[in-house]
């Protein structure tokens, strides 16, 4: 029973970054799109705008998921890390350049100089999570069962490039529903109808990913497959498809702040189909929950820890991401950066 709670834990952890980090992938999907120097002078402002608060907070739940891994599923974190390291390296190289181009971007006085930040913002918020998208397809396809050794076969097959391509597209999917309410937030009024649109591109986008992948990765990865096909992770996804539309919808009236809760919502369903499709595998059809759970003393502990974070984090970053959506953590000027 401690195993299966930390398990449903670990996957809110996920969904958590899935949202949280998504929204901030997305909008740098968006940099990498806006164009050249002067006609994406506009969104990029936004986008500058809108992420400087609160972008780094989000990872706050990437650590979280990597403690619950390594200290409740000891074995299930060596399995993954074992078989994966090479695009949960490249992931990882890609957070710290997006995070390096971000912050040297705006300081930067030479345009020369800007352009190459900016690229390797923009580039590595696309690249971050197709190969975290290519990890959670290398899981679901079952290609990564204890004693896997690492190779392409693990991450570079059917299931994990479309899992990738499902990440890239939920994050602009987020990322724009996000900044049209952004546009509105900071008065930006060229901008809603801008990221409007592609907040509708992005829809579509995410709802024909899912589809194809159902379609393209039944013979690759038929245990999850069926999971998303049948039952509860079937009502899940219908759910979640419902989610969107409604975030279609409500972007393109005045309601676009309350696009940002159907929008989480569309993407989190589709992460807990996920989990519960695999049930009781962390690994399909090689490790269950049980068979990857620690000692019974770490995982009552995890229990306890996770409890206090909820009681001690969750509040304040409820409260920090209210502040932020309400304009009160409004970023630095030009002028006080230049000062």
Same mark, same amino acid.
């Given at each position: 029973m401690t195993a299966n709670i930390v398990a449903w834990i670990l996957l809110a952890a996920i969904a958590a970054y899935a949202c949280g980090g998504g929204v901030d992938y997305g909008a740098g999907f968006w940099d990498l799109l806006a164009g050249g120097a002067e006609r994406g002078k506009r969104?990029?402002?936004?986008?500058?705008? $809108?992420?400087?608060?609160?972008?780094?907070?989000?990872?706050?739940?990437l650590i979280f998921v990597l403690i619950l891994m390594w200290t409740g599923f000891p074995v299930f974190f060596q399995t993954v890390f074992t078989a994966l390291w090479l695009p949960l390296a490249l992931a990882a190289i890609g957070m710290v350049l997006r995070g390096a181009g971000f912050a040297l971007r705006k300081p930067a006085r030479k345009l020369a100089a800007r352009r190459v930040y900016g690229a390797v913002f923009a580039v590595s918020s696309l690249l971050t999570?197709?190969?975290? #998208?290519?990890?959670?397809? #290398?899981v679901a396809s079952g290609r990564v069962a204890p004693g896997t050794t690492a190779s392409a076969d693990a991450w570079a097959n059917t299931t994990s490039i479309m899992a990738g391509l499902g990440a890239v597209a939920a994050t602009a999917f987020l990322g724009a529903v996000f900044l049209t309410a952004d546009a509105r937030r900071f008065g930006a009024r060229d901008l809603v109808g801008y990221f409007r649109l592609r907040a509708w591109i992005g829809t579509a986008a995410l709802l024909a990913m899912g589809v194809l992948a159902l379609v393209v990765t039944d013979p690759h990865a038929s245990y999850?497959?069926?999971?998303?096909?049948?039952?509860? #992770?079937?009502?899940? +996804?219908?759910?979640? @498809?419902?989610?969107? $539309?409604? *975030? @279609?919808?409500?972007?393109?009236?005045?309601?676009?702040?309350?696009?940002?809760? !159907?929008?989480? $919502?569309?993407?989190?369903?589709?992460?807990?189909?996920?989990?519960v499709a695999?049930?009781?595998? +962390?690994?399909?059809? !090689?490790? *269950?929950? &049980? &068979?990857? $759970?620690?000692? !019974?003393?770490?995982? &009552?502990?995890?229990?306890?820890?996770?409890?206090? !974070?909820?009681?001690?984090?969750?509040?304040?970053?409820?409260v920090l991401y209210r502040l932020d959506t309400h304009g009160v953590l409004e970023p630095l000027s030009d002028e006080d950066v230049a000062r």
């Open positions: 969104p990029r402002w936004l986008i500058d705008h $809108a992420m400087a608060p609160v972008w780094e907070v989000n990872n706050v739940w999570p197709f190969f975290l #998208g290519a990890v959670i397809g #290398g999850v497959h069926h999971g998303l096909t049948h039952g509860i #992770g079937l009502l899940l +996804l219908l759910l979640a @498809a419902a989610a969107a $539309a409604v *975030t @279609a919808w409500l972007v393109a009236g005045r309601a676009a702040g309350w696009a940002r809760y !159907s929008s989480v $919502a569309a993407v989190a369903l589709v992460v807990a189909a996920w989990g695999q049930r009781p595998y +962390l690994v399909p059809t !090689s490790l *269950t929950v &049980q &068979q990857a $759970a620690g000692a !019974s003393a770490p995982l &009552q502990w995890m229990l306890i820890v996770a409890g206090v !974070s909820l009681v001690l984090i969750g509040p304040a970053l409820v």
